[in-house]
């Protein structure tokens, strides 16, 4: 009998220890901890840039698909600039056209190297000035735009260690903090005219950081979401 009553209390004893074992690695991987700022409110961001026309006119060619590299100063377009063709003698109205002639063409270049993101017209099409054909992506430079809670950013200092989890890659990346916003992500939104709604209400704000990966990393897709793991105190 006094055995069956020492193992149950050292039965006890290894649940009890397990059990804080176990709910300390638990706390240890939270917020609670003290150590990380996390969240899952993120994303991947690359540097786009819009490619179009500085003049009006007519795609007579568009010599770059989505996923193809270009380089820098390389054709990626070619416009037919219209040209007066007659005027009425009458009303004296121009009348616009194309004549197809070498000195009415106009050669559209990547202003960089990158891929091309985003195709938004083909041969045949009709854009007016500044209208974008393609988007340009540099992938070399990439970064991580995450959303911390008002509450938490004090934390956050620049030049703190980051980890970036992908998991749709499987994977975990190293970066740093490299900015952090002096507004909040509603404010910007307010700004730039996304806001959803023009009310004021009661709700969490938070701050946006830039994240820089400590190397480059081609296998990363813009526009994924992430998690990160900011560490304010020493690991």
């Known amino acids: 009998m006094r055995r069956y009553w020492v193992l149950g209390i050292v039965g006890m004893i290894l649940a009890v ?60 377009a070619t416009v037919d600039i219209p040209t007066l063709i007659s005027r009425s003698d009458i009303t004296n109205t121009a009348k616009m056209g194309f004549r197809n002639v070498q000195d009415q063409l106009s050669e559209i270049v990547a202003p960089r190297s990158g891929v091309i993101a985003a195709r938004w017209a083909k041969e045949g099409d009709t854009v007016s000035a500044g209208q974008a054909i393609v988007t340009l992506m540099d992938p070399s430079e990439i970064w991580i735009v995450a959303n911390i809670d008002e509450d938490k950013i004090g934390q956050v200092q620049i030049g703190q260690l980051v980890e970036v989890e992908v998991e749709s890659l499987n994977q975990t990346f190293v970066g740093r903090v490299d900015a952090i916003s002096p507004v909040t992500a509603a404010t910007l939104d307010s700004a730039s005219g ?42």
């Open 17 to 76: 220890v397990g059990g804080g074992i176990f709910g300390f690695d638990q706390w240890s991987k939270s917020d609670l901890s003290g150590s990380f700022v996390s969240t899952d409110d993120a994303q991947v961001v690359a540097d786009m840039v819009q490619v179009g026309s500085l003049n009006a006119g007519r795609i007579v060619a568009v010599d770059a698909n989505i996923g193809s590299s270009v380089m820098e100063g390389q054709v990626i």
């Open 194 to 235: 996304t806001s959803s709604s023009p009310s004021m209400r009661i709700v969490a704000q938070v701050i946006p950081i830039k994240v820089t990966l400590d190397e480059e990393h081609l296998s990363l897709i813009p526009g994924s979401s992430v998690k990160i793991k900011v560490w304010v105190r020493n690991r």
